[in-house]
């Protein structure tokens, strides 16, 4: 689990948020798409048992009382301040090193078919820094929705493979 210590400058004394590890996150992602623990069992390959611990374990990180409330809320974010956002300049410089093209499909990007897309959601809790964008098609973008890069591209396969 990774923890970030922030001081409080009135008490002087060091809080440590909680933040779901890689793993957690994919399975919080899985159950708002698939909406059932035994699903997620399924896709994550693992025991009903296991899908369950982490989705509960989950939704306490991020406090939550229940499994139920990871589908129906919103993770909580974190104050999205202009601190650590990218600049027009970078988001502009981004897109030149894609060579205009889509970051996920390689489809050439026109101004009308763009979207900056965030590789971590920030439902997930992924942050506005340049390290997290990506610009992708439009399309991609709509079909990505809030997943992670890593399981829509997993999911991406799975459809290919199927029908191939």
Known sequence: MQLDKESDAN??????????????????AAYRRLGSSRQ?????????KTATDQLFSAAKKLGFS??????????????????GKATPESLMELIKLQEYRCQLSGTLL??????LDHKV???????DSIENLQW???????AKGSMSQEDFITMCKRVASWNS
């Open 136 to 142: 992708v098609s439009y399309d991609v973008n709509r």
């Open 110 to 115: 026109e101004p009308s078919t763009a979207a």
């Open 121 to 127: 959601p920030v439902s997930l809790g992924g942050t």
């Open 66 to 83: 229940t499994t139920s409330e990871l589908a129906t809320s919103q993770t909580p974010r974190t104050s999205r301040t202009k601190e």
């Open 11 to 28: 008490s002087g004394s060091t809080q440590e948020k909680k933040r779901l590890t890689e793993r957690q996150e994919q399975y919080v």
């Open 40 to 48: 997620v069992a399924i896709e994550m390959g693992v025991s009903c």
